[in-house]
Structures are given as C-alpha cells and as structure tokens.
C-alpha cells in the first residue's frame, strides 16, 4: 500500500511518548465513567492507537476503533443476542496493559498481517443502503420539506440503527453507520433477520424512502483476512435487490410519533381528510390522507410528505451542527429558498464529491480501515463546508445543506457568493488529504424561483464534466465546473460554454481574485464589459481583434491586463480572444467575456457587492 | 409504419410541474401524447365538434372525444378513415432520429468515456482497456447514438401567462418551460435539427398524410409542439427466427460463462423494455417485507408470462406515476397512480424450454402491462451490449 493510501486510511503517527501520555490521561478519564466511554472515545477517533512501541507497519487504527473492535470481537465470541453483555468491562480491559489473543488479533489486523482467532465463530456482515436519496429529498421544491426529509435519512441512518441495536445486540455491531450506508457485523444466524427488521422500520419511519438491506454469512477469520473480496460479495447482493425492489405507491404506517435529538414529534396531531381520491399537493403523486398547514395555506399532503414537513417544521440538523463546528450561529433563519437569494434575485446549487473514493475504498483491507476513512471523509467534508461557508460570509452566513454527509455535498447558498465558497471547500478538502484525495464540484447558478429539481439536474452534470477534467488532464487539485440558468437560453449540458470552465480550484482562486480587483478598478465598466461580449458573439474573429484594440486604446489597458491574468497569456499579446487549445475541434477562438460577464454577479466585492 | 416528426418549434412533452411556474419537458414522446395530437387535430376540424359534449365510454363520462358521428358532412370530411380508425391504431414511443435506449445492465468506464461500454450480464464489471485491466466502471442510462451517450438540446423558454378577459399579461404570471429544441445541433454550421422517429400502425401513409401540421405536448396555443408529420417507411422489417435464436444461444453461453454456470439443462435469455412499461405488482399500500426471490415472483407476476420460466435477475428502475386525462369531466383531471417500469430494464429469464418455444411465446405479446396500444410495455430480447 502507497504511503499516500496509508496515510488517508490510518490517523496521522505521533510519538510512542506522547501516545502513553494520552493513554493515560484517558484511562484517568474512564476510571469513574460507567456507560460514557463510548461517548469519550469520540474524541480520540483520530489519534493512532499503538499496542507496543514496536508495533509494525505504517497503517495504525484509531483509538476509537480499535476499542470498539475489541469489544464487538469479544461480543460475538462470548455475548449472545437479546442477552446483556457489559460493554464497560471490556472497553476498561482494552486499555489495560494486558495482552490478549484478540488484541493480538487486532494488531495484526492493523498491521495488515495475516490474522488468525483460536476460537473462531460464524458471522452475519448486513450492509444497508438509503438510494436514491435525493429523489426523496426533491420531492417538492419547499425547503421545510427537503430539510425534513434529510432529517428523516439522517434520523433513521444514525439514531434508528443505533437503537435497534442496543434493544438486540450492542451499539459496537455498527462498524460504521452515516452518509446514507449502513455496516455491522452481527452475531452468526442474525442477517437475515436484522435485514427484515431493519428495512420494516426503515419503512414506517420514512414510508417512501428507498432502503435495502442484505448480508453474507462467513467466520470472523475468513471475513478480516478477505475483507475486500466478502464486501465485493455484499455489494453485489445489495445492488442485486436495489435494482429488483418494488415499493408501494400510498404506503401508510401507524407510527404516532418520533423523538429526533430528543426532540419528540408528533403525528397525531395532524388533521386527516376524509374524503378519497384527492391527489398530495406536496408530491402531486400519491393520495393526500392529511392537512398540513403551509406558508401558501392548508394543503392536502400524503403521510410521507406529512412526516416530511412536521420534521422540517421543526429541525434544521445542519444549523445546528454549523453551530456545533464554528461556534456560531447562521445569522438567517430559512424559511424557503428566496430567502437565500443575493441581490439579482440568484441563488446556487453546489453539489460536490470526492474524486477517486471508489478506488480508496477498494484499497481497504479491513474493517478498521474502513472504519476510519469513512469517519474522516465525513469529519472533514462538514469542517470544510462549515469553515468555508464562514469564511466567505461571516457573520451574514446563510446556506441551506440539503446533504452533507460522507463525501457528499449539496448546498444551496446565495449566487454572489458560490464560487468563493466552493473554492474554500475544495481547497479545504484537498489540502485536508493532503492532495491524495481531491474533491469537485457543479455548480448551478439560477433564479430563485428555478426548482431545485431542475437546478440540481444541471449541478449534476456540471459535476460529472468538472470530474471528467481531474481524470483526464490529472490535475492535482480539485475541478470546477459551473452553469448560469438565464431566460431563453439553449442548454447543451453536454458541451461547456465558457472558455474558463471546467477548471481547477487554482485557476478558480485566480479568477475571483482578479474579478474581485476588477470590480474595483475606476477603468473597468461593466457596461463595456456587455459590449465585449457582444461583439465577440457578432463579428468574425479579426474584426472584433480590430474593435477591441480601438476600444482599449479609447478606454483602459486594465481591461488586456486582468484578463491576460485570468487566463495566463502574456497581457502584451493579448488582443480581445483567447486561443481555443482545442482548435481542430471547432473555432480557432472563444470568447472570455462570456465568462467574466456571467460570472461578474457571482462573485462579491464592488459596488455590488452584497452583504 | 415508420413516421418521422419533423419539429419546427421546441416542444414540452409530460413534463412534471415542478412548481408552478416551471416546466420541464422529458427527451421521448409516449404514444398516447401522438395520440391526443391526433384527437386535437380532428377535434379542430371536425364540424360537430362540441366542447360540451359528454359521452360515456365504458361506464366513465368523457369530454373532448374522438368518435366517428356519421352525420351528414363526415362523408366528404378528409379526416373521416382516421376519424374511425383513431381508437383502434397503434403507436410507439417516438425517441429522437438515431438513438436508441440503453439496456440498464450497460456500465461504463469512469475514467474515459471512450473506453466503450461493459454488460454486467455477459462481462465482468471492469474497464478493461484502462491500464491494469481492471479500471473502475459505472450504470449509464438514457439514449444511446453512434455507440455514445447522447442528449436532446432543451432550451429555457419564459412566457407570460395571458388574462383571457383582458388581453393583456397575467399579473405575476412569468411561466419558464424547459423545452426540447434540437436533437442535432452544429456549433460550427449553427444547423439544427428536431427531429423524432416511432411507428404508427393501422394507417395507410396516404390517411396520415392529410395532417399537415401536428401539434404535440403542452403549450400548443403559444406555439410550442409544431411538427411536420412524414411518413418513411410503409414496411415493418419481420426479424429473422434462425438468426434470432442464434443470438439467443450466444447469449446463453456468455451468460453462463460470465456467471459461472454449468447447466445444459437451463437456458438464460434477457429482454430489455425499449419504452416505459406500466405494471400492476399488485400492492398499492402494503410495505411488507419480502425477501429479493419473493420480489422476483412478484416480477413475473407481473409480467403476466403464461409460461414455464423464471425471473432470474431484475436490472430494472420503477417510478410511481401519475398522469392527467385531459377528456375526464370534471375538475379532477387526474388519473390513477401506476408502477412505471423505466425504459431500458432488463429482465433475464431462466427455462428449461427450447428457445423457439420461447420466441413463439413472446412473439404473440404486444407489450407487457397496460396500454400497449400506445407503446407502452414494448420490449426486444436483449443480446448483451450495444445491440
């Protein structure tokens, strides 16, 4: 394994020393702590554990995870389902100084070495995945509701498998649970009926949200030393059901309540319609069964859009974890999507993903690896987001995460402020996995009153052109590709119309820099700007060099200078066209101005600047 | 026969309203949206129409429909034959001039879209022409044309909505459409084309050349939808039996191979479903749990196959919908909520019978579930790979 893998997969080394000293200070902390330890052990999920100070190999798991996987072998060697297991005790005899066989076990799994248990016992590995997830998200274009429905995911994903954990096994059998995908390892003979369990409450909670689960049999040794080969086999499965699946069309539950966060919810309350037929108003698809009160009025909803908007009523998940990771609040409350609007009336969809993760995650070997790097890609995802997010707007934030979870990200932000923002995120990321990982994004920039739908569609496929940049030129850092929705426009998603984009985040920093000193430059005027760009549209290539060289000897040489910069051409050479690299393709020349002028109101400073 | 639809203005066709001011129109033509251009088109120039009329088909009270009223002037009315034929004539789903639907089994490489595509059912899922063989690959769906992923041009179109007792704009009534514009466009020439091909059957060329402009989907009356109707071909190509079964067993063998199966007892043969499809799985509210095997029975059930086969594998992608009968009385235009079966889903069959028996068998279905006369449920065998 490259030292780059080694060091996305395993926490950063530190040394033995410094490692006995928060050993300590951590067997102090769990001393008096009954049930807490798990809670403790949150906070070390990124520091390396070492069991000897000559333990091989340059891949350590975390402290956190290698307790976890000490408790979770001894539960299902020694533990039985539905009886009490005393997770404390073993959580205190990791840390002690003893060895054991299965810390010896552990160790070598971390070390990569062939890993063997003396008392070995089957297993059921479940993998459950939430798909389609934005389909259920996008459902309508009220921003109560999609934020409901990413609760609900987020609810089920994290809190519901947790409980029915705890209420059957112990909450260990989750090796990672967030980000829409599900892995435990249960007690042999367990699979399947976990998996029925699982997708049951799964349905009563969320009722329309597509869930699949599915699990392989195999012993303890044959699953930690083929790990890559029994999750391929797992995978399979799941992809085999997901594709197969049918769901009901008016699903309907007798679920009364649910406690999010402590937060408790009820359904009862809600007024129901008598009469049949009535189609929902939120879905325009199943049959309405209820009356939910909206900005708009009374509206006949269905009992997966009912739930969706009593969550969203009352949870903003991301807000609060915003609050949680910066330490202050978004300053705006909000309420729908114009509220996010600058002040052309544009909003933003970003919809971004790491690059490469596939082939990561095919280069795990272990349980462990996988359990770190799905916690670190999440960890740092959000910290990149939040960070940027406050970076660009300060005290102003305001933003709407739709999802944020794993590598997954789909904001919605104000359109003056979106590029600066996905710039701070991919920069972020990128320096975060120290290049080895990077990240891209789509971004879709449009009306306020544009679906999101819609928006995210184009987002989409920005995302994948923005993409197919890292792969084919290999740049090292994270690409960007964006859309502006205007009035009246063909859209061609399959071909770029800017003669910037797709790009990369370095070549993005550069263009909001000179924007941003263009729009304080006396010289430049916008309106000059729109000529440019029509006459670039309307003339043949020499004619408008011709115009544009009458045109800056009559106005300004700034406007040769800062698009020179922005695009590296020597500013003396410059004469109103940028020579198209891909020439054979189609014209000898594009135009920058296309660029600058569309994207002048998507980036701040100036005298319009919003704040 | 063979019909190509010229358009010369962009069309919305079934598009979802996704809020109220915002349409977006999907990339193909369903049968039953030709269907109501052609019932428009006689409607417009019948000389007993009236928008009043009720009429009661099957039990259920219609408005706005297309029946021949054999009065005195239908005998010299030029749209008389296709008056009396219109209930009775078939038509498929129209998808832009040389595309075709992507089997939801292709994969394809994540590193280079050149790299060409890869069978989940006859090919390991890797890209082998990456380097090492084994490049990462991925589903595709959508259309398909000169072996590559292709895409129709929309464009955005804003209107303002007109208030019909004054003349003037709506107040607050900016509407946009994301309409289809060009299936071919040239960045060098500026040409473009809209141009969309399906099957009409139960006319003559002559009873459909008598339409000199059709309208098709939403929006007609500001222009949208206009298209010249032309026919191409009066003969349907009949497929050869001997070649079909030869591609069946080759299929087989591939299947087998890629599958590890050593049965010369059982054969595999997959079809693909080159329109949507609308099943009846028979549960509308139920979410009980069923195992991946129950959901395959639930499959074939479906499907309806009175035959000895098996459901072996679902490469399939089912949404709920629910569309709008414009001829209901009444305000509620809405019809009732169905499973739809996306375009491009493939079903692999397991049997024990010879594949002739199974080509006699599918050869006699028009479709699966319902609405086939409107190219619903229409399907192919699926051979593995671009075929």
């Known amino acids: 394994m490259s030292q780059g ?63 976890h996987l000490y408790v979770l072998l001894n539960y299902l060697l020694y533990g039985r389902p539905g009886m009490p297991f005393d997770t404390t005790k073993f959580y205190r005899q990791f840390f002690e100084d003893s060895h054991d066989n299965i810390k010896e076990f552990i160790v070598n799994i971390a070390a990569q070495k062939p890993a063997k248990l003396e008392r070995d016992v089957q297993v059921d590995l479940v993998l459950g995945s939430i798909y389609k997830i934005k ?90 030393n083929d790990y890559s080969q029994k999750m391929r086999a797992l995978h399979e499965r799941i992809e085999e059901r997901k594709k197969t699946k049918v769901y009901p069309i008016n699903p309907d539950s007798d679920l009364e309540e649910i406690v999010i966060d402590g937060k408790k919810i009820d359904f009862t309350c809600v007024e129901r319609i008598n009469s049949r037929g009535e189609v929902c108003r939120l879905c325009s698809v199943r049959d309405a069964k209820y ?38 609040s978004p300053k705006w409350d909000v309420a729908s999507i114009s509220d996010l609007k600058d002040s052309h009336g544009h909003v933003a969809v970003i919809y971004a993903d790491g690059n490469n993760m596939g082939n990561v995650v095919m280069n795990i070997r272990n349980p462990l690896q996988n359990m770190y790097f799905s916690r670190k890609v999440d960890y740092t995802t959000k910290r990149c987001v ?21 590598d997954d990200v789909f904001i919605i932000v104000p359109g003056d402020v979106s590029l600066e923002i996905v710039n701070e995120i991919i920069e972020g990321f990128d320096r975060s996995f120290n290049y080895e990982l990077t990240m891209s994004a789509g971004i879709c920039i449009a009306k306020h009153n544009t679906p999101l739908q819609s928006m995210f569609q184009v987002a989409q496929a920005k995302l994948k052109s923005a993409k197919a940049l890292a792969r084919e030129s290999g740049v090292k850092y994270g690409t960007v590709d964006v859309e502006v929705i205007e009035s009246n426009i063909s859209v061609d998603l399959s071909t770029s119309r800017w003669a910037l984009f797709p790009t990369d985040s370095l070549k993005l920093s550069k263009f909001i820099n000179v924007i941003k000193r263009m729009k304080d430059t006396k010289g430049i005027n916008r309106s000059q700007l729109y000529k440019f760009r029509h006459a670039a549209r309307e003339l043949k290539p020499y004619e408008f060099q011709l115009f544009y060289a009458y045109q800056t000897a009559r106005l300004s040489q700034d406007y040769s ?48 600047s919003v704040s | 026969m063979k019909v190509r639809l010229n358009f010369i203005s962009p069309f919305v066709v079934g598009g979802i309203k996704l809020v109220s001011n915002y349409i977006e129109s999907i990339d193909y033509i369903p049968g039953n949206v030709i269907r109501a251009a052609l019932a428009r088109y006689i409607l417009n120039n019948c000389h007993y129409y009236d928008p009043d009329e009720v009429v009661t088909i099957d039990g259920i009270q219609k408005k ?44 394809m490489c994540k590193m280079d879209p050149h790299h060409g595509f890869v069978d989940r059912l006859i090919q390991q899922p890797r890209c082998a022409k990456c380097e090492g063989g ?11 044309k000169d072996g590559k992923k292709y895409n129709v041009v929309k464009s955005f179109v804003t209107r303002t909505a007109i208030n019909r007792y004054t003349g003037t704009a709506k107040d607050g009534s900016l509407y946009s459409l994301l309409a289809v514009s060009a299936t071919l466009q040239d960045q060098n020439t500026g040409y473009e084309e809209n141009v969309f091909e399906g099957q009409i059957l139960g006319l003559t060329p002559q009873e459909l050349s008598i339409i000199d402009e059709l309208r098709i989907g939403k929006y007609t009356s500001v222009g949208l939808g206009r298209c010249n109707v032309t026919v191409m071909d009066e003969k349907m190509d009949t497929p050869d039996v001997s070649k079909v079964i030869q591609s069946l067993k080759e299929f087989d063998a591939q299947y087998k191979r890629n599958n590890g199966i050593n049965d010369d007892g059982c054969r595999y043969f997959a079809i693909k479903f080159i329109s949507d499809a609308k099943l009846d799985f028979g549960f509308a509210d139920v979410n009980e749990y069923m195992s991946t095997d129950q959901y395959k029975a639930v499959w074939l059930k479906a499907l309806g196959i009175n035959l000895d086969v098996q459901v072996e594998k679902v490469y399939a992608e089912v949404f709920n919908f629910r569309g709008y009968d414009t ?11 169905v499973h739809m079966v996306e375009k491009g889903s493939v079903i692999v069959f397991k049997t024990h019978l010879a594949f002739d028996k199974v080509i006699d068998y599918f050869g006699s279905l028009e479709g699966f579930g319902q609405d086939t006369d409107n190219g619903f449920g229409k399907f192919d065998y699926h051979f593995g790979g671009v075929c």
């Open chain 1, 5 to 67: 893998l080694i060091n996305i997969l395993s926490p950063k080394p530190i040394s033995f020393s410094e490692f006995k000293k928060l050993k300590e200070e951590f067997k102090g902390k769990i001393k008096d702590a009954d049930s807490g330890i798990k809670a403790l052990l949150e906070d070390y999920w990124d520091v390396p554990y070492y069991f000897s100070d000559d333990q091989d190999g340059g891949c350590w798991s975390s402290v956190r995870d290698a307790a």
């Open chain 1, 135 to 224: 389909k259920y998200f996008l459902e309508n274009n009220r921003i109560k509701d999609i934020r409901g429905a990413s609760t609900i995911i987020k609810y089920m994903n994290e809190e519901l498998t947790r409980q029915f954990l705890s209420q059957r096994y112990i909450e260990e059998c989750a090796l990672y649970c967030g980000g829409g995908n599900v892995l435990m390892l249960l007690p042999g003979g367990q699979g399947s009926e976990a998996c029925r369990q699982l997708e049951e409450c799964f349905a009563k909670v969320s009722l329309t949200a597509k869930v699949a689960f599915e699990f392989i049999s195999c012993t303890i040794n044959e699953l930690f």
């Open chain 1, 291 to 328: 009356i939910v009160i909206t900005p708009e009025g009374r509206m006949a909803a269905c009992p997966s859009c009912m739930r969706k908007n009593m969550v969203g009523k009352d949870k903003a998940i991301f807000y609060e974890e915003y609050q949680r990771v910066i330490g202050r």
């Open chain 1, 386 to 406: 939040y960070s940027a997010i406050h970076k660009v707007m300060r005290d102003h934030a305001r933003f709407e995460a739709i999802a944020l979870g794993g």
């Open chain 1, 561 to 608: 200078t800062f698009v020179a910069e922005i695009f590296g051409v020597d500013p003396r050479r410059f004469s109103g066209l940028i020579e198209n690299p891909n020439a054979h393709k189609g014209k000898p020349f594009v135009s920058p101005w296309e660029d600058i002028v569309m994207l002048w109101d998507c980036v701040g400073g100036g005298e319009d």
């Open chain 2, 64 to 107: 706005n429909w297309v029946y021949f009223k054999d009065k005195p002037r239908c005998s010299d009315c030029k749209l008389q034959t296709l008056c009396q034929k219109l209930g009775d004539i078939r038509i498929s789903f129209f998808y832009p001039k040389d595309t075709m639907v992507i089997p939801s089994t292709l994969m």
């Open chain 2, 134 to 144: 084994r490049g990462r690959v991925e589903f595709v769906s959508g259309l398909l």
């Open chain 2, 327 to 337: 001829s209901k009385v009444g305000e509620d235009k809405r019809e009732q909520p």
